[in-house]
């Protein structure tokens, strides 16, 4: 069966796509509204404001890459998908982080998971960091109307092995777990999301609100890097950036977008970096600090059968028996899920080298992998990370404290209970220095002892969040409720850096939902002057 690539198939029929790499000389762009980031925000704000009948350019530091390019192989995805290759860490090398770094973001390269952002989660925004309008009632129609356009629905499929597992602890111990709902039409059910759809069916930026916008005359300029906000008396009045060659390495070839107003939605990390770096208007020195990462640590459980943890919808079962238990502001909540097992991501994120690593890897396919994904931003002794700029770019300072440690030791205890409980055989924290543990008396009396910390414990994050954060007090925040910024009247923020927390979710729904409801009032705003209600 032919695979038609929408990308392709729309470049030659006329869409506007400018590889800077191919530029050999300086050029201006004008539109309505200039986007920078194509991921979950960019690309939901493009298309509302095209609808709108806006002139939109979208600007992707990443290559324009598609189902054509997606070969399912990790040593091809990775280089060409990801921030650094998938190889991007904090300052102090004790956390990887995966971040996209194409066109559709990390839309593009993500699990499919699709949660709303948790009631507990709004009302510590609305309580605490001074958020307005976004409660649960109020956001429902904008993530009925996400849902609806990006075919977000539960996965009603059995699980696959690596999940069922998770879905079995969980019945067993009576515990917590839903059915994840997927922005999937379509699925083949390989479970090689994480490398870019092959068959085009997540429904990413990448095959849905990208192709809109370009359908209505939208322009995508890709493999530029915008490098400075030109701003004066609370005005943006251009962006700089620079042509990237194929290897995203900068060129001599400058770009200038002028436009009526401007969105960053180049990701938390990103966005803050840039506009650091720009130096905008930040009294209360809130750039940067409080970058939150769901930071996660692993759990391997070996089983008697074939897991195959490699096939199959990525993740469709999660349990948050554990993730408010201790109400918002209290100890430390996590999130259970499962990752895809692939071998290079799996064996770049395991413990052990030499005959310890290859044992492992040796029961590749026996082994179910359980993720505890960390809740921070709520606790007194869990602020997050902090952004600093560097010489060539940025790095992320992010405190692994106290409070940090405790949860992962309870994870740790809560993961080896459920394999356990589903069948393993043996369980090994993935933590340097644990051996296999072979009963959940073991693992319950090994895990209270076991040596914590940086570099020796595997820590990872999929989830990068915060940074620019929303609200209404200039103090708490950079933009206020609609993401317009509190110091440059047409300059907006539409991407996960404006969450004040973490979500205890995973955030790409999140970003949907609200950019939604935001970039709708601003074409309102740029179409008739009408200010959000």
Not at 368 to 375: D, F, H, K, N, S
Not at 426 to 452: C, F, H, N, R, T
Not at 470 to 478: N, P, T, Y
Not at 507 to 512: A, D, F
Request: charge should be neutral; glycine fraction near 8%.
């Amino acid at each position: 069966m032919a695979i038609v690539d929408p990308i392709v198939t729309g470049l030659n029929a006329g869409w506007l796509h400018t590889d800077a790499s191919q530029l050999q000389a300086n050029q201006q762009f004008e539109a309505d509204v200039v986007i920078v980031g194509t991921g979950a925000g960019g690309g939901v704000a493009a298309e509302i404001l095209t609808q709108a009948g806006l002139s939109v350019i979208m600007i992707e530091a990443g290559p324009l890459k598609s189902s054509s390019d997606f070969n399912m192989e990790e040593r091809v995805a990775y280089p060409n998908l990801y921030q650094q290759a998938a190889a991007m860490k904090t300052a102090d090398k004790a956390i990887g982080i995966f971040q996209g770094r194409a066109v559709g973001g990390s839309t593009t390269i993500n699990w499919t998971t699709s949660i709303r952002t948790p009631k507990e989660a709004l009302a510590f925004w609305a309580q605490h960091k001074s958020v307005a309008g976004l409660d649960p009632e109020a956001l429902a129609p904008w993530f009925d109307q996400m849902e609806q356009r990006l075919n977000i629905h539960e996965w009603n499929y059995e699980p696959n092995r690596n999940n069922g597992a998770l879905k079995q602890g969980c019945i067993n111990l009576g515990w917590d777990y839903t059915v994840i709902k997927r922005n999937v039409a379509g699925c083949w059910n390989t479970g090689y999301c994480g490398m870019g759809c092959p068959v085009n069916a997540k429904q990413s930026m990448l095959v849905t609100t990208i192709p809109s916008a370009l359908e209505k005359g939208a322009q995508l300029i890709s493999r530029a890097k915008v490098v400075k906000i030109e701003h004066h008396n609370g005005q943006v009045f251009a962006l700089k950036a620079q042509a990237l060659d194929v290897n995203l390495r900068p060129t001599a070839v400058e770009l200038l977008f002028k436009a009526k107003h401007y969105i960053l939605s180049a990701g938390a990390i990103h966005t803050p970096t840039l506009m650091m770096r720009s130096e905008v208007p930040d009294p209360h020195q809130l750039l940067g600090k409080r970058t939150f990462l769901h930071p996660t640590v692993l759990s391997g459980g070996v089983f008697a059968d074939t897991i195959n943890a490699h096939s199959g919808a990525p993740q469709s079962i999660y349990s948050d028996e554990f993730v408010w238990k201790n109400g918002a502001d209290g100890e430390l909540g996590y999130k259970l899920e499962v990752p895809p097992v692939h071998p290079i991501l799996i064996a770049s994120k395991t413990i052990g080298y030499g005959v310890s690593h290859a044992e492992l890897m040796a029961q590749f396919n026996q082994l179910q992998v359980t993720i505890a994904l960390i809740r921070d931003g709520y606790h007194p002794d869990s602020q997050g990370g902090q952004v600093h700029l560097t010489p060539t770019g940025f790095s992320l300072d992010y405190p692994l404290t106290d409070a940090f440690w405790r949860a992962v030791r309870r994870a740790y205890a809560s993961m080896a209970e459920l394999q356990f409980s589903a069948g393993a055989l043996k369980v090994l924290p993935i933590s340097d220095g644990m051996p296999y543990l072979s009963s959940w008396k073991e693992a319950k009396e090994s895990i209270a002892q076991m040596d914590l910390a940086p570099l020796k414990t595997v820590v990872a994050s999929a989830h990068v969040m915060g940074g620019c954060p929303l609200g209404e007090d200039e103090k708490l925040s950079m933009v206020n409720s609609y993401g317009q910024s509190h110091y440059l009247n047409n300059l907006s923020v539409m991407d996960g850096s404006i969450f004040p927390t973490s979500l205890g979710a995973n955030p790409q729904l999140s970003i949907y939902g609200i950019t939604a409801r935001n970039a709708t009032a601003l074409a309102q705003k740029l179409k008739d002057g009408r200010e959000p209600q």
